[in-house]
């Protein structure tokens, strides 16, 4: 589509009509900022795709402000050969017109909704809803037109899409091919990971693979079960096998221990034999052994013999005679001392009793004058004992007033004395002296009557306070009356200590305290005399406690003196008068005899010694007799018990002997003959039984061992057979079989899933690289073109979106990373290539750019424009601009200025 | 004078079933009712006995249950004996499945645990076990048979038949000759799951229940041995519980024909229920075939035990149907279906070339967008892709890029 003019009234900021012619190649529109260069932009677009009965808020803004204007363009272009205007005016008046050219004039070919859809249809736009046409509208021109600020490239799809497609000579998918693309893609996924190297747990496949990895684990659990139960049997038959084998074995054996058993039976036979004729060996051997002893007993019993009958002879009997006639010396000599000694003892005797009558005599007379010591003081003793008991009978009668009592009898004298001296100052006070003895009475003033005697020569005082009247019996009556009251009381206390004196005294017949005292004095000397009279008792008593027991000690002198008398024969009497012989003299005379006595006793001592040693000389002597008689019997005894036997012969004895030494040396032979016989103690049969029964024990515990562990295997057996192990890993063969039938179906549905993805990947990026790549080599030429970089290669995606830049062969860089200035350049040169591209095939077509490259260089922005210059020959090129001054070196343009 | 019994062999009770694992419990119930079948024909047939002839079970640890199931159903047979032959998978071992306490009280039922003769009919008839002791062996099994003197031998084995091409050297192989070398009346066999006759005196009754779908079995044979030298009488009695059909089907690209061939072949079928199917496919497989077959394979499921469709021998064809139709309009899709055609070349021979290719086309001639990607670029991206040349998966693509494609323009 070629745009021939644009014409606007009252549009936005345009309020007068504006109108623009436009070059078939290059057209400049300058015009400064809010010059009005994107309002006839957007009058452009709107008249195109914009239905005219749109009241949507965009329309309704176009209202030039301030009026009630309806916004109107007119817009004459070219499609191919044909010529066309397109009038629309918005808002109040709503219309829409196709006109057509005819060579001469526009006539009217379509208006309204018709003409919208026609005029719609020059750039293969879309409807839009309700509202005004957006730039997703606008068809191709949503490539060919740049508008201010949007250099990106839109989303090329739909019809723009499929003209590109058309224009490069590439197919792409259609509809269906996409939807099959994507089904499986979609199918892909629901099984493979992204990176297509496992499968996904929604899918059945990680559960199938569990339950064939928990199966086999089971499997190989169950196979080993069962081969367990084959292993058993066969371990059941290899004991089966042993046993068997050991079972001849036992055979072999018990028959070697039967062999052995004849052979160990001679060998004991032979043992039997050996033991007899060893014993009797040895019986032989014990013979010739006792005769032998015997034999030498007998010599040896003959020398015993002979040797006792030597000593007997030749010593023993000469000794013992010697012996008996010094025994028989000795004897006489002690009879004679004997009969010495007797007489001597006599003499000793009757010195001693004259010695001792003399001492007899001499104690007696001196206890005759004891006794009459102590006679003489038992007469003084019983002297003081009477004048003692004279003494105690006085003092018994005597009274013994104590110091108290005298004192207490002075105290109430002094208080009688006081008490009259206060009775004679108060009251009355009477006093009677009697010449003779008087009673008679007292009567106090109260009526109270005392008697009262006195002796002659008594003075006897009465008190009283008021009235007193003193009877004397045979006299009569005073009666003194007194007034003072104080009297009675005195009275009365002096009555008191009256009668209480009176008592006192009464009690040792005195009279006075006084007499007291005197009393006192007589007794204290009574006393003194008796305790004189102990004290002389005491020393004549002395030793003595009493005076009977003084007087039993001499009744007991006196009887003891008495016998002895009698003993001396001599009276008491006799005894005194008797002069007693001299003691000393008889006491020399009896030492004198003992002494001799006690010589010959000591020769008789000696003598007796003399005797006892040799009759102990004659008792050893005897002894050793007896010994050797004795000696000289047993041997002789024992000697004829041996030869008994041999008829009491010793040569019997020898025959004996040289008898037994045949018997032995037979016997002896015998025992070597039999030994040769009997094997080595090695080659016992009986040893090596003994060993083989052994062998055969142990070779029965293995059996019995063997026996035991085949019990348990066949019981483990019967217990794993009851188990059916093969009937469970049958069971879980054929579920592990059943899941990997599954799984394999699964897996090869998958790998082809797979498979086809990969091809329709492969195929759908082959259909995206025939429609990138030219575009890719344009715009990279494009690039090297305006920034003069060498060897630049930009990528396109498949929505033909600038993705990399690169440089050779390297990787490239994001299009983001590059910088603002370069990728506007490398949008604009996208939509300049593919516009081409598009005008290539379907012929020139209006390109705009709207204050495009604000961000490039003026080095690039002449090369830029170089570019659209050489584009002008397939493109409509309309540069709407602020800056005339970038294109000054553009020729043939046209130049529209655009003013207020 | 004369015997009839029964010879059977391998019921393989507890066996695996990996292949229909689906079904795999229906499959091993089915051996024990057809057990009882068994059991049902000797009364029904009075026969003197029920010779088992090894692999009785399918392995020596199988579960007492299962053992007991067994017993049990053998013990119906009561009078009649039931001798037991180990084979090499109940291989008389210690812990053999023979020693189990089900096997201890049962009166009938007789392991035959060493090589002493059975004698039967008053010495009539000589029973001539070898039972299997060893998993492998090279050694002939019947060389273990001991000779009699009974006018009617009968040996009973469990091995290979020793024919070219056909045995392992180590799995207990049997001389063809076996039967007449040892002057036996009758040698029973078994091991091998196809009823194989071996001569007029020895044969091998395959197993009672058919185990997979390329399989002769599901009988047993009742034998008759006059004795005096004539020839046993053998007569083969079919007595499996379920049915295994295949069915091998043409595809001409269309879908109609097939689903009709199909179904028919299924409601031909005696028991449909009871049978495990498998549908074998040859031919071009469009778009539309596979549809079809994704259908097909819901309808059989209902309608009988087990099925299974086969399509290895199908090649993928892109030249007729709609898929092609809206390729001609999306060279994008016609891109990618170029792109899949020059990976299954890729594939190798195992991948049976597209109908198109088979055809002598090529459409990368034209050039243009459908052009398919380079040989280099296919394995550049299969490598990227960490994917493999697999002509399943391609094929998996090509029924994929059919389906979505449908889902798209349809």
Known sequence: MILERLAVRAFGCLRDPVELAFDERFTLVTGKNEAGKSTLFRALHHALFTPYSSNAQEIRELQTWGTELSPEVTVELRVGDERYQVTKSFLHQQRCV???????????????DRADERIRAFLLGDRPGRGAAGEEHRGLARLLWAPQGQVALPSIEGTLRQEIEKSLDALSLDEGEGRLHALLSGLYFETWSKNGKSFLKKSRLPDLEAEIERLEAERTKAEAAWRAVEQTSQRLGDVEAELAGLGDERTELQQAIERLEAAAKRVQALKVKLATESAELEKWKGRWESLDQQRKRVIALKAQ??????????????????????????????????????????????????????????????????????????????????????????????????????????????????????????????????ESAQTGRVVHGDGREEPFTVEGAETIRAHAARSLQWHIDGVGRFSVRSGADEVATLEQEREEAKGRLKALLAGFGATSSDDLAEMRETRRDVEQRMKSLKEKLTQLLDEYESADALQSALAELERRLTAVCEDLDVTREALAETEPPGVDEAEATYTEAEDALAELNKGLDDLRADVATLEKETGELKTREATEVEKRR?????????????????????????????????CQQKV??????????DEDPEVEQAGLKTELQSLEESIGALRENRAQLRQQLETAAAQGTYDELVRIEERLQQTRDEYEHQVRQAKAIKLLKALSDTRQQRVVAQLTEPISKRVSRYFEQVSGNVGRQVRFDESLRPTTMSVEREEGVSTEALSTGAREQLQILSRLALGRYLASKSGRHLFVLDDSLVNTDTVRHRKFLELLEEAQEELQIVLLTCH???YRGLEGARRVALGR | MGIRFLHTADWQIGMKANHVAKVAEAVRSARLTTAERIVAVAKDEDVDFILIAGDLFEDNAVGNDVVHRVVHILEQATPIPVYILPGNHDLLSPGSVYERAAFRQVGNIHVLRSTEPILLHEGEVALLPAPITQKNSERDPTTHLQASDAPIRIGVAHGSPRIEGMYQPDDHPIALDAAARLGLDYLAIGHWHSWLELGPRMLMPGTHEPTKFD???????????????????????????????????????????????????????????????????????????????????????????YAEVDTRQTTPTLSQGRLREIAIAHPFLEGLLADLRRLATLAGPELPAFAEAAAGRDDDEDGGPIQALDVDELRA??????????????????????????????
């Open chain 1, 98 to 112: 196709l006109a057509e050219w005819d060579g001469t004039r526009f006539r009217d070919v379509a208006n309204g």
């Open chain 2, 381 to 410: 991206l299969m490598r990227e892709n960490d994917l493999e040349i697999d002509p399943d998966v391609i094929k998996e693509a090509i029924r994929q890029l059919a389906h979505r494609a449908g889902e798209v323009w349809e």
């Open chain 1, 672 to 681: 070597d003959a039999i030994t040769s016989e009997l094997p080595d103690e």
């Open chain 1, 884 to 886: 005339p001054e970038w």
């Open chain 1, 634 to 666: 047993n041997a002789t005894r024992e000697m004829e018990t041996i030869l008994a036997e041999y008829g009491g012969e010793t040569a019997e004895l020898d025959r004996a002997m040289s008898d037994a030494q045949r018997q032995r040396d037979a």
């Open chain 1, 305 to 434: 013999a002979s040797e006792a009958q030597e000593a007997l002879e030749k010593q023993i009997q000469p000794l013992l005679e010697r012996v008996g006639k010094a025994q028989e010396a000795l004897g006489n000599e002690l009879k004679q001392l004997e009969t010495e000694i007797a007489e001597a003892e006599g003499r000793v005797k009757s010195a001693r009793s004259a010695w001792q009558r003399a001492r007899t005599l001499t104690a007696a007379k001196e206890q005759d004058a004891q006794i009459r010591r102590l006679a003489k003081r038992l007469e003084d003793v019983r002297e003081v004992q009477a004048d003692q008991a004279a003494l105690n009978e006085q003092l018994a009668q005597m009274p013994n007033p104590t110091p108290a009592q005298i004192k207490q009898a002075q105290e109430l004298e002094g208080e009688l004395k006081r008490l009259d001296g206060r009775l004679e100052s108060v009251g009355l006070s009477l006093e009677f002296v009697a």
């Open chain 2, 215 to 305: 399989e002769a079995s599901g009988y047993v044979a009742l034998v008759t041995c006059e004795g005096g030298g004539a020839p046993p009488h053998v007569e083969q009695v079919a007595v499996n519980t379920l049915r295994w059909a295949e069915g091998s089907f043409q595809t001409d690209g269309t879908p109609d024909a097939l689903e009709r061939q199909v179904r028919t072949w299924v409601e031909g079928l005696a028991d449909p229920k009871s049978t495990l199917v498998r549908v074998q496919l040859a031919g071009p497989m469009s778009a539309e075939v596979e549809a079809v077959l994704r259908e097909l394979e819901d309808w059989l499921a209902v309608r009988t035990l």
